[in-house]
């Protein structure tokens, strides 16, 4: 018998079946769909975890890794394709902004309407609707039209609604990265109160601060894996470390295709372009070794020295090439200036009247 606010998942799978072209007739579902054969995504696959009432857990994770998936499953709005997901008690869900919510209605009349789809009688929400209104601090703004709402008025109101239904799991999806501090603020006191009350609360979010100063436990999804599950530090460090190695991976490959992309554009430039040869300085913006610039300068070393001026060293090279272009072009600037100094001085004579110094007859 599972305890209200207890969480329970046992091996739970969810697949989806997506089709390459949308059915919108029913000839194309009885006909089309006979032709074409669905993909198959498998957003969980074989997640087991436990939460006892009373706790916090928060669920981390890139995004496509599982976590909305999950939080369906947990809300019962979908079932697992395998695997069995058990919550107790009444269930709380905040899942995405204006999620129940009526654009065309009042935020006074959605309250109602959300409170019906919680189940609640409108004798309760009409005692508990001047504190949901004060909660959202929407008091100038609950009679006008949820779609004049802005995004931050839209979370404030259903997770004021949400957290009024006196649930023994509140599900929370992202929603309070759209709220300001001091809202964010008042949650967490709320969120506080709830475990006070041995109430459960599943938390997604990508402010990892926020699970290992806030949470009791966290859940790593990773592809549709749990890859981890337990103290929030030791998760956390984790999923950082994989992250780390994914983006250093994605450099090293973005660094490779560079290098290959410009070593293909000089062998052309020294094969089919030789009148028009490749300037290194012509595109500014190009990435060569997955670098920026025009590369005339390059810094390859940088020490910090502990001093009082905090002087900082850098060493200064010239990669190979520009060296000798530079040098090539003051030779040629040299000589363009040593011919004009030849070719000026016979006129600047003739107009002084002067004859130019001719040696002297044996």
């Known amino acids: 018998m599972i305890r209200p606010g207890e969480i329970a998942a046992e091996h739970a799978s969810r697949h989806f079946k997506v089709y390459p072209h949308e059915a919108r007739r029913l000839k194309d579902v009885v006909v089309a769909r006979r032709r074409s054969r669905p993909a198959e995504v498998r957003a969980l696959s074989d997640v087991s975890f436990h939460v006892d009432p009373g706790s916090a857990i928060g669920l981390v994770g890139r995004n496509g890794s599982g976590k ?62 001047d504190e949901i209104v004060a909660f959202a601090g929407l008091e100038e703004f609950i009679d006008l039209p949820v779609r004049t709402y802005s995004s931050g008025m839209y979370m404030r109101l259903g997770f004021a609604v949400a957290i009024h239904v006196d649930p023994d799991v509140l599900l929370v999806d992202e929603v309070l990265a759209v709220g300001d501090e001091g809202f964010t603020h008042k949650c967490l006191d709320k969120f506080a109160e709830f475990r006070r009350r041995d109430k459960t609360i599943l938390l997604v979010t990508h402010s990892l601060n926020l699970v290992e100063r806030f949470c009791d436990e966290a859940l790593w999804l990773d592809s549709g894996h749990a890859m981890s599950h337990g103290d929030p530090k030791r998760v956390v460090g984790a999923y950082l470390t994989k992250v780390e190695e994914s983006e250093e991976q994605l450099m090293a490959s973005t660094t490779a295709k560079a290098v290959e992309h410009a070593g293909q554009e000089g062998q052309e430039g020294r094969e089919g372009k030789a009148e028009h040869p490749l300037d290194p300085t012509s595109n500014m913006f190009q990435a060569t070794e997955g670098r920026w610039g025009s590369r005339e300068v390059e810094i390859t070393d940088v020490a910090f020295l502990d001093d009082p001026h905090e002087t900082v060293i850098a060493t200064v090279s010239m990669p190979r090439g520009f060296a000798e272009l530079e040098e090539a072009e003051a030779a040629a600037a040299e000589e363009a200036a040593a011919e004009e100094a030849a070719e000026g001085a016979p006129v600047e004579a003739a107009e002084s009247g002067e004859a130019p110094d001719t040696p002297a007859d044996e």
């Open 68 to 129: 909305t998936t999950l939080l369906r499953l947990l809300s019962g709005i979908i079932k697992p394709t395998s695997g069995s997901v058990d919550v107790g008690g009444r269930v709380g869900s905040l899942l995405e902004l204006g999620a129940g919510f009526h654009p065309d209605l009042s935020g006074r009349e959605n309250v109602f309407l959300n409170g019906s789809i919680h189940g609640l009688k409108r004798a309760y929400v009409r005692e508990q609707l």
